[in-house]
């Protein structure tokens, strides 16, 4: 491994916004991390931090957790909020599907996927992070009437996303096709992260969708999106 990666995971040990694994603050992030009683909204899959960092330094009632697996793009995220001095932003390295772990029913008030991996094969489709799988584990720390705001490139994990929404009975509350069609439009919508940046040198449309979960537990399934149907109907022509 580069050096420069191994002292990064030295560096994480000792940054003091950044936690690894299950159990740390579960039901008391408020009380014993932040110490207020701002509502606490969930960046999943941060990457390197930018989306979260962002909206903690326009809202600073809120406290915001960057999740990710990959403790090199956490650092980046936790060396930049350490540097600016945002003190309302915290980091945790874990997997996304144990944070039923990390945070008690009802902790969290707003959770954002932010260019999530879209998984293009189907046999991968219960990866994405808006499967009736992971909308079934948001369920377990979101509380009700919380929302869940996704920003893609990607046309399928958009398709993938409405229809999976409508499959689990949440409720759409908003649905941007094209989110810099008419600019500005949500300020906090304009931020851009280091995989947003990507797609749109390569002249890719950025889709947004924001829903809320059912209070009745989501049935965990696997189906095939539209586009996925149609996609493996034209191979057998
Ligand atoms: C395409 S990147 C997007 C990063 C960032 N949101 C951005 O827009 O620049 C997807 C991120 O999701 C993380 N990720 C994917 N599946 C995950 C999981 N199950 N648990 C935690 N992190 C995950 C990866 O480590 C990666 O950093």
Not at 21 to 39: E, L, Q
Not at 109 to 128: C, V
Not at 164 to 176: D, L, P, Q
């Amino acid at each position: 491994m580069a050096k420069n990666k191994l002292q990064r995971y030295a560096d994480l040990r000792l940054f003091t916004n950044v936690f690894e694994g299950a159990g740390v603050h579960r039901g008391a992030w408020s009380r014993d991390y932040f110490k207020n009683d701002g509502p606490l909204v969930l960046e999943l899959a941060c990457g390197k931090g930018e989306y979260a960092n962002d909206l903690a330094r326009r809202s600073p009632e809120n406290n915001y957790i960057g999740v990710d697996i990959k403790g090199a793009r956490i650092w980046k995220g936790a060396k930049c909020a350490i540097d600016s001095e945002i003190k309302n932003i915290a980091f945790l390295r874990q997997y996304i599907q144990f944070l039923p772990q990390s945070f008690s029913r009802g902790e969290i008030a707003e959770i954002w996927l932010t260019f999530p991996d879209p998984f293009l094969k189907q046999s991968d489709n219960n990866k994405r992070l808006t499967s009736p799988f992971f909308l079934n584990i948001y369920q377990k720390f979101l509380r009700p009437g919380g929302i869940v705001r996704l920003k893609t490139d990607s046309d399928l994990l958009f398709t993938y996303t409405i229809e999976s929404a409508a499959r689990c009975g949440c409720a759409i509350r908003r649905r941007i096709d094209d989110v810099y069609a008419a600019p500005a439009e949500d300020p906090i919508l304009m931020i851009q992260t280091y995989f947003e940046k990507k797609h749109l040198d390569a002249g890719r449309k950025i889709h947004y969708l924001e829903m809320s979960l059912p209070e009745t537990e989501i049935k965990v399934f696997k189906f095939r999106c539209s586009l996925e149907t149609r996609d493996a109907a034209e191979k057998t022509i």
